[in-house]
């Protein structure tokens, strides 16, 4: 009985707080809903007076968003399935292979999730830069742009991290040895191994990553704001501000187009929520 009410006054806690976090989507999607004129009166206008989606169509209209759209989704694509293949097959290693120096490596590269990304921004733009042969350099990496305003340079910063990695390896680390004894008693090498044993087996920790690399790529501002400089190249997020300028904020155009935004990365939210919850929890049983 105590049990019973100790997992209603959670689910009841849970619930409440859900809601909460609920309130400023719904506050967007309402704005978006809003005439200029609502979100300006002197006193709130919670639910609009007339419902409309004019504001959607007249946000779609300022400027090309399907060039946004298909960069973002192109780029965020691209940095998933690459940083999956990378930081599964180094997970992997890093948890199932013996070889000298492993664990060192893995300390080291642990040292990636304690440094800030704007600490390296400027380094790693620097790179990109001097790219050899890429953007009109030469192999010195000289007299062009390297990657700089490509999809070279707001993919390659994101492919790989130390986080992916750590993820993978207290994945994997839950395998028992004699899944490793059964694949060698049946003649599997060790890329064998992990792309027809393992692989199979890491739907969740696959489908965690997909959530976290992809909401990571769709919602970045500062990298594609750095190293990008033409119309053609803005990601959704850079498109935002064509509804500021100097003197005011077009709310209504603003809330509209981001609400939009979102809808990819729910849909692939919804979609992953069974192995994103037990690909976390897996990850955290073993340190």
Known sequence: METTKYRS????????????????????VLTSLKTMGEIQAPQFVFIPQHLSLDNYFQAMQRGNWAQYFGNSLFITAVTVVV???????????FARLRFKGRDLLFLI??????????VTMIPVFLILKHIPFAGGNDWTGQGGLGWINSYMGLI???????FGVFLFRQFYLNFPKDLDDAAKMDGLSTVKTYWQIYVPLSKPIFATLVALKATQSWNEYTWPLIVTNSDAMKTVQLALTLFRDE??????????????IVLPLTIIFLLAQKYFIEGIVTTGIKG
Do not use: D, E
Not at 9 to 28: K, N
Not at 83 to 93: D, E, K, P, R, T
Not at 109 to 118: A, D, K, N, R, V
Not at 156 to 162: E, L, T
């Open 9 to 28: 006054a959670v689910s009841a806690v849970m619930l409440i707080l859900s809601l909460v976090m609920l309130i400023p989507f719904g506050l967007m």
């Open 83 to 93: 940083s999956l293949l990378i930081n599964s097959v180094a997970g992997y290693s």
């Open 109 to 118: 590269s642990l040292i990636g999730l304690m440094i800030p990304p704007q």
């Open 156 to 162: 390659a910063p994101y492919v790989a991290g130390s």
């Open 247 to 260: 003197t005011q904020v077009q709310w209504n155009l603003l809330m509209s187009a981001t609400t939009l």
